[in-house]
């Protein structure tokens, strides 16, 4: 838990930069480079999926149980460094494929290089390797100076539309100077060299069902505005995405909590069954209660919200948001429920498959409630999902328990 100070200091910029950037770049751009540059950061996150293929959980849990053994670290390194270059190079002409597929992505190939190459390097942050050593706060500090200097040089350099492309350049800037940095430290550490660049294959194979798992709960949060738009038009697409934003900050608070008890989660289910099933009962209730608590006051406070923080012509999200205000807890429950007990517990395959199939569920029913409801169905859609992975989940480990391990 000594990491919590660094991840809420690197969750919170996540949702800082945002509020310091998109307003100005909205005014600086104007509406219509700035929509191109939002739908190149979408593209970018859902590429980042397929990039980091999920190693940043799958490498926590195995770094976790190296601890201590330096160069079993600097090998694990090596390995994941040269599976995300695998991956990238297979990778990256199908996402160039299908930028040129859909609208607007592939217009300015300029600027979608540019987004490509900030997602190329971010997938490299070796932010896992600090949180599996307990060693976060050291990487937190700089992860935060970099990207608040990437805004600054933002704010300072754009000037009108033409000057696009600067925001994806700082943010490369940023990743590069982190990774570089992070790297140099690993390095020190564990003596990490260019002999450790093997193993990727094998890791790759190894981690199949995590990164099927990261890539089936992550995805369909950006696909399914896409299907709203297909439905209900962009008016709905923008009345949906404002109130999700707010419900999934709100959520997001607790993310460092939940990631902070991952790598000890992982050594406790190895040989300390009782120990690990009592932090997650600790858990479910502190941060559980937390997460209720959060959900409570987006559902009373969901009409002063959007007034303030979306503006007076979002007031229909006022709906919307007081229906996604039970995020913040669905999303806690099925992070330690999910992530945090089924992962270390080996249950991964199906944890992947509940969450494939509780994401089409959530596409199947956008179609259906939002040609009627517009965005509230797009809502409505979204919490079933989720709702549908506790009880999933529950259903399944009830079914087949997580038990200590023999000997």
């Known amino acids: 838990m000594r990491a919590v100070p660094a991840l809420f200091a690197i969750q919170g910029l996540h949702y800082l930069i945002p509020l310091l950037t998109i307003p100005f770049l909205m005014r600086v751009l104007g509406l219509d480079r700035w929509g191109q540059v939002a739908l190149l950061i979408t593209f970018g996150q859902l590429a980042l999926i397929l990039l980091d293929y999920g190693l940043h959980i799958s490498a926590t849990q195995a770094a976790a149980r190296r601890l201590g053994d330096a160069r079993g670290l600097a090998a694990l390194v090596g ?10 190079a297979a990778g990256l002409p199908l996402i160039l494929m299908a930028a040129g597929l859909i609208d607007h992505v592939g217009e300015d190939r300029s600027l979608l290089v540019w987004a490509l190459a900030a997602t190329l390097v971010q997938a490299h942050d070796p932010l896992w390797y600090f949180l599996a050593t307990n060693q976060a706060n050291k990487i937190a500090g700089l992860t935060v100076a970099a990207r608040l200097a990437a805004v600054g040089v933002m704010l300072i350099t754009i000037r009108g539309p033409d000057d696009a492309w600067i925001y994806f350049a700082s943010q490369l800037a940023a990743w590069l100077m982190v990774s570089v940095i992070s790297f140099g430290f690993i390095q020190r550490q564990t003596g990490l060299s260019w002999r450790d660049l093997r193993g990727g294959r094998a890791l790759l194979y190894e981690g199949r069902s995590i990164f099927q798992l990261y890539a089936g709960s992550s995805s369909f949060d950006y696909l399914v505005p896409l299907v709203l738009g297909v439905v209900a038009g962009p008016t ?48 479910l209730l502190r941060v559980g209660g937390l997460a209720a608590a959060g959900s409570l006051v987006l559902l009373l406070a969901a009409a002063p919200l959007v007034s303030l923080l979306l503006g007076e012509a ?15 807890l669905l999303v806690t429950l099925n992070g330690l429920i999910g992530v945090q007990w089924m992962i270390p517990a080996g249950r991964a395959v199906a944890l992947r498959n509940i969450y494939i199939a509780a994401g089409f569920l959530r596409l199947l029913l956008c179609i259906l409630l939002a040609g009627t409801f517009d965005a509230t169905g797009a809502a409505l859609a979204t919490i079933l999902g989720e709702l549908s992975v506790l009880v999933a989940c529950l259903l399944y480990l009830r079914r087949w328990p997580v038990q200590a391990r023999a000997g």
């Not at 390995?79 to 990238?88: G, Q, R």
């Not at 404002?242 to 989660?265: D, H, V, W, Y």
């Not at 979002?314 to 913040?328: E, M, N, V």
Request: glycine share 2%; net charge positive; no cysteine.
């Open 236 to 283: 709905s697409v923008g009345l949906f995405v404002g109130a999700e934003k707010l419900a999934r900050a709100a959520a997001s608070l607790l993310t460092p909590f939940r990631n902070a008890l991952f790598p000890q989660m992982s050594r406790l289910l190895t040989d300390a069954h009782d120990e690990a099933a009592s932090l997650l009962r600790w858990a």
């Open 314 to 328: 979002a007031r229909p999200a006022t709906q919307i948001l007081q229906i996604l205000s039970l995020l913040p």
């Open 79 to 88: 390995a994941v460094t040269l599976a995300k270059l695998l991956v990238a």
